[in-house]
């Protein structure tokens, strides 16, 4: 698949680019003809179809959430655009000499979507980012198939696809539910909550969280989860975390409602957030005590479905180059399959 994915996209891209050529310099257009059989009428009649094809292989792969930025497409398109403006400006003056929408097509359009191109990048990078959430690290506070959107600007405005900083906001708070690059793999993105700042020490004694010596306050709740979103706990693809093997949508919903029975719900304070975290008793990864020091620069994170997170317990943690934003709203939610999003789970992350 990943072969086929690089295949199409490679394909499209060398189409986009001979298009490109054609437009600005051979002008092969003007003669096009459906009955012809010539290369360029045959790129012509392939090229929408290439476009197709890799718009819905690039939906497919939105739809792992976290794991893609839509920068990595956004950025180069926008730029591409904005060097045709300035090629127009330079060299060809199409807009000086035939008016306002009578520039060559591409030049029309570079005109066109430049600027809603540029909006959407600036505040995709620079204020709000939309990401899907693909597992169920997070849970009960996030559930696999929540969309939210994540303020960018809160840890500092950075410059999209290397992360830099350039203007320093604000840093990361206890209790902050963040999205990061994960420090082993930065091309992927997670999401957990920040537990330990630099500085602090985090440890874990006979099943009590603290923060510098200092328990976090854990107070045992009646909270029962919806019974629809349970099942959703786990989907279709996974890996079973008892069996190991691939879990089909009717295995998934089964070990979602299983694991639910040894599920225990609290309610947690830290900082000025309150939320809900999930253990599960009969195999829980915290039985041995441990006291870990957060050297400066750096975050440790944990997922509310404590059980069933792997963050900085596992692999360390997080260099504040790597923080992307704070995770803010639940805007919507999709069910697994073919199913319409709803606005059910609408409201602010705490």
């Known amino acids: ?13 060398a189409g986009l680019l001979i298009w490109l050529i054609d437009q600005l310099f051979l002008g092969s257009y003007k003669n096009f003809s ?15 179809y290439l476009l197709l094809f890799s718009a819905i292989r690039l939906f497919l792969m939105l739809r792992q959430g976290l794991d893609f930025d839509f920068n990595y497409i956004l950025f180069p398109v926008t730029c ?60 009960p506070t996030l559930y696999t198939g929540d969309f939210i959107v994540v303020n960018k600007y809160d840890y500092g405005v ?41 500085g602090d020490t985090v440890s874990y004694q006979n099943g009590v969280l603290s923060v510098n010596g200092k328990p976090l306050d854990k107070q045992a709740t009646d909270f029962i989860p919806n019974e629809e979103l349970t099942k959703q706990i786990y989907k279709a693809g996974q890996e079973s975390v008892l069996t190991g ?8 919903v089964a070990e979602s409602v299983e694991e639910e029975k040894y599920a225990t719900y609290y309610q947690e304070t830290q900082g000025k957030h309150k939320h809900l ?8 990864q915290d039985m041995n005590n441990w006291s870990i020091p957060i050297p400066e620069g750096h975050y440790f994170f944990m997922g509310d479905n404590r059980d069933r997170s792997g963050d900085s317990r596992a692999w360390g943690f997080v260099p504040e180059e790597n923080l992307v934003g704070k995770a803010v709203y639940v805007w919507t939610h999709k069910q697994p399959g073919f199913n319409l999003p709803t606005f059910s789970r609408n409201g602010r992350i705490d």
Request: hydrophobic letters at 45%.
């Open 277 to 284: 975290v999930r253990y599960l008793h009969d195999t829980s």
């Open 34 to 48: 459906p009955a012809n059989t010539n290369f360029m009428s045959l790129l012509y009649q392939a090229l929408p």
């Open 158 to 198: 950075r410059l999209p696809l290397i992360n830099k900083k350039i203007i320093n906001v604000g840093e990361p708070q206890h209790g902050d539910v963040a999205v990061f690059r994960y420090p082993e793999d930065p091309k992927l993105h997670y999401i957990k909550r920040v537990i330990g700042l630099p």
């Open 245 to 252: 093997e691939l879990l089909n949508q009717q295995t998934a």
């Open 80 to 139: 591409f655009f904005l060097l045709i403006i300035v090629l127009d400006k330079i060299i060809y003056h199409d807009r000086k000499k035939f008016g306002k929408k009578n520039e060559r097509s591409l030049i029309a359009n570079a005109y066109e979507f430049f600027p809603i191109l540029a909006i959407v990048l600036i505040v995709r990078s620079f204020i709000i980012e939309p990401f899907n959430i693909p597992s169920p690290s997070m849970v």
């Open 1 to 13: 698949m990943i072969i086929a994915t690089y295949l199409l996209f490679s394909l499209t891209l």
